[in-house]
């Protein structure tokens, strides 16, 4: 919903919004900032935007400056949101002890854009792949559903790989391979979001 949010606020389509996307570099000039449309559970902050510039101070809106072209604000969010929505999930990652990913595998809606795999695949420093299926998270469920059913009827549990094996398996495609030296600008930029993150008001 955040991701939506900032599309509408600037572009109507998505190819716009991948345009803005990759008009700054990995760390969006040093910027971070932090989208809840609504209160966040780990941690509890609360709803808000939160965009820090440079020097670490509170910003209201990212502004362009007489260096900067016209779409220079809207990029910054743009990229602020994708940045900030996948450095969460390593944070997240990191909080339940998962040191490092070994692969990504994507689906919904966003595993259709490339541009937004690209940073995915940065933030985290692996490859990311996409199942070839069209709806694959519907398929998902129901092979979660084929599953239970065949654990009930034959009263016995059976692994979810077979139940994946018997219609096939899965087809996964190779979709974005990290680019390691935006790897480690994310990398170093971890601790100082966090830093910023606890900064952030919350609630009880």
């Excluded at 040093?30 to 809840?36: D, L, V």
């Excluded at 007489?66 to 969010?77: C, N, P, Q, V, Y």
């Excluded at 219609?167 to 480690?184: E, F, I, R």
Aim: aromatic share 10%; hydrophobic share 40%; charged share 20%.
């Amino acid at each position: 919903i955040a991701r939506e949010n900032v599309k509408h606020q600037y572009v109507s389509d998505w190819t716009a919004f991948n345009e803005l996307l990759l008009l700054n570099e990995a760390g969006n000039n040093n910027r971070c900032a932090f989208y809840y449309q609504h209160p966040e559970i780990l941690p509890k902050i609360k709803a808000g935007v939160y965009r820090f510039d440079a020097d670490d101070k509170m910003v209201t809106a990212y502004t362009a400056d007489e260096s900067d072209d016209t779409g220079a604000a809207a990029a910054a969010d743009i990229r602020g949101i994708i940045e900030s929505q996948f450095m969460a999930m390593r944070q997240h990652m990191q909080i339940f002890g998962v040191k490092e990913a070994k692969k990504i595998l994507a689906t919904g809606g966003a595993s259709k854009n490339n541009a937004i795999l690209q940073v995915l695949s940065d933030v985290f420093g692996v490859n990311v792949y996409c199942i070839e299926t069209a709806n694959s998270a519907a398929k998902g469920a129901a092979l979660r559903a084929l599953h239970g059913y065949q654990c009930r009827t034959q009263n016995v549990f059976v692994p979810f790989k077979d139940i994946v094996d018997s219609v096939g398996g899965p087809h996964y495609k190779l979709q974005c391979k990290p680019n390691l030296k935006n790897t480690q600008t994310y990398t170093k930029l971890l601790p100082r979001w966090k830093t910023l993150q606890e900064q952030l008001p919350r609630y009880d």
